[in-house]
């Protein structure tokens, strides 16, 4: 083996990109025979396509494609997987089209064959001489040989580099799917209510305060507790959940405070709980106004002192975790009625954050509705559905009682039910049709005119304020959230109306 070859098979073996591989391939084989022009070939949907081109106008032949039908060198090298040497215009197999365009023609064509490792050929290099003479090149059959040997190599790492990359680039897109999928944060739309609630998040994130987050089933309270918990230093350690109305009382005890062994039947071990679990964390308690009364006071410990006790023992034990409550109900209503702790809620509301419903925030609809769309379809391996205009519409109209909860589900639906690419309002629920309590009238804008007509704006408020509070049965806390105010200033347009229960 020549010195030559040494430094080829050196230079080769480091290199595992394609494009840099084929810049490599192409020079040195150049070099070794001391000519200006290479190119290396590949067959594509019928035609040979030029990939990589070196040396006197590559510019001009890099991309160059070649007639399948017509006779080339490159054609015979592809379809008799053997080294062939060509004189320029003279040769049959010589496709003098292809350099119709440049300025400096061929004379001497070298060609080899590049084999995969089950010996089939998938490409075509081109050694060029393009001197008058056509003499520069070492044609001895010795050499040639040692060419040979060196290109099949060449091609083997080269078809390496191949697979490589198109591995590289199939892990890249499961990298991208994987994303899409544990992409759980909150969508970011244009609507200035939940722009509000992103900036509460990321300042609230820079403290180690409570965080009462508050707002209707299905607003993305626990999205934001995530992101609150992203944000913050804390962010390294466990982000711990729990779901105060979602089991008994006794087992909700042992799963935020732990037991020990033998504390009751089925306790055959020590358990940390939550508190200590997510331990330089953030713990978050969805329907805090749902815990019972004893739990109150225990959690009431945890905030004051950072202390629990598991049920079963009697060393209380230091925990150091941030909590981020959350509820659905109104609390100031639950204190007033003995549900829920005074002392409680004032430590859980330091920094106090209300979530908007859907149906306050209809432009970001777009924005969550593309990105359940792409979530979704990721998961599942498929291609995501459109929304056509009119579909789009109706949604609009739609009044999401069941808020971004009901939203996500629905797009789940619409991705496996809806036949076509583009979802259609024929392929909504019945519940979106009729527009639910969002909905305008039949008739449209003359009929919504209508209804104004010798009205004053007292009137309506009035009528809007009546009407609110019926439908929550006068729970004047609910109908104020509705309504978007707070309920002092609820109680107050209540006054001045002079609207009264019965």
Same mark, same amino acid.
């Given at each position: 083996m020549t010195a030559d070859s040494l430094q080829f098979f050196k230079l080769l073996s480091g290199e595992l990109a394609p494009d840099k591989l084929l810049l490599k391939f192409l020079m040195l084989l150049l070099e070794l025979q001391n000519v200006e022009r290479g190119s290396l070939w590949v067959r594509k949907d019928g035609q040979y396509v030029c990939v990589e081109a070196v040396g006197v106008q590559s510019e001009e032949v890099r991309g160059m494609r070649l007639a399948g039908d017509r006779p080339s060198i490159v054609g015979w090298v592809m379809e008799n997987g053997r080294m062939t040497v060509a004189e320029a215009g003279r040769d049959a197999r010589h496709f003098k089209e292809a350099e119709a365009g440049l300025t400096v023609k061929s004379s001497l064509i070298?060609?080899?064959p590049l084999f995969l490792r089950d010996g089939s050929v998938y490409g075509v290099v081109e050694i060029i001489d393009v001197s008058a003479g056509g003499d520069r090149m070492n044609l001895a059959p010795g050499y040639l040989d040692l060419l040979q040997n060196i290109v099949d190599v060449g091609s083997i790492a080269l078809s390496n580099s191949l697979e490589f990359s198109a591995?590289?680039?199939e892990a890249e897109e499961l990298r991208k799917a994987v994303a899409a999928l544990r992409q759980e944060g909150p969508v970011a739309g244009p609507s200035r209510a939940f722009g509000k609630v992103l900036e509460s998040a990321a300042s609230y994130a820079a403290t180690d305060y409570p965080v009462l987050l508050t707002g209707e089933s299905g607003v993305g309270k626990e999205v934001v507790a995530r992101e609150i918990h992203r944000l913050s230093p804390r962010r390294k350690a466990p982000f711990l959940a729990q779901n105060c109305s979602a089991i008994p009382a006794t087992l909700l005890a042992s799963e935020l405070f732990g037991y020990k062994k033998g504390a009751f039947t089925g306790?055959?071990?020590?358990r940390a709980g939550l508190f200590e679990a997510a331990r330089g964390g953030t713990v978050? +308690?969805?329907e805090i106004g749902d815990m019972p009364a004893d739990?109150?006071?225990a959690l009431l410990r945890v905030l004051q002192d950072r202390e629990v006790k598991p049920l079963g023992g009697n060393?209380?034990?230091?925990?150091?975790?941030r909590i981020i409550a959350a509820s659905n109900k109104d609390l100031e209503e639950a204190m007033a009625s003995g549900e829920f702790r005074q002392d409680l809620y004032f430590r859980l509301n330091v920094l106090p954050l209300r979530l908007p419903a859907l149906r306050e925030r209809q432009e970001d609809l777009p924005y969550l509705l593309s990105h359940f769309m792409a979530r979704e379809a990721a998961r599942l391996g498929v291609a995501p559905k459109t929304f056509s205009p009119a579909c789009l519409e109706a949604m609009a109209a739609y009044a999401w009682p069941g808020n971004v909860r009901e939203l996500?589900?629905?797009?789940?639906?619409? +991705?496996v039910a809806a036949p076509g690419p583009e979802v259609a309002p024929a392929d909504l629920p019945a519940r979106l049709g009729e527009g639910g309590s969002a909905a305008c009238p039949a008739g449209g804008a003359a009929q919504a005119a209508d209804l104004f007509a010798g009205r004053t704006w007292e009137d309506l408020e009035r009528e809007y304020l009546t009407r609110l509070l019926t439908r929550r049965r006068w729970n004047i806390s609910a109908a104020a959230r509705e309504a978007g105010v707070n309920r002092s200033t609820f109680d107050s347009r209540l006054k001045r109306l002079g609207i009264r229960k019965g």
């Open positions: 070298l060609g080899f591995r590289a680039r306790a055959y071990r020590d978050f +308690l969805d739990l109150q006071a060393t209380p034990r230091t925990v150091d975790v996500e589900n629905l797009v789940k639906q619409l +991705l």
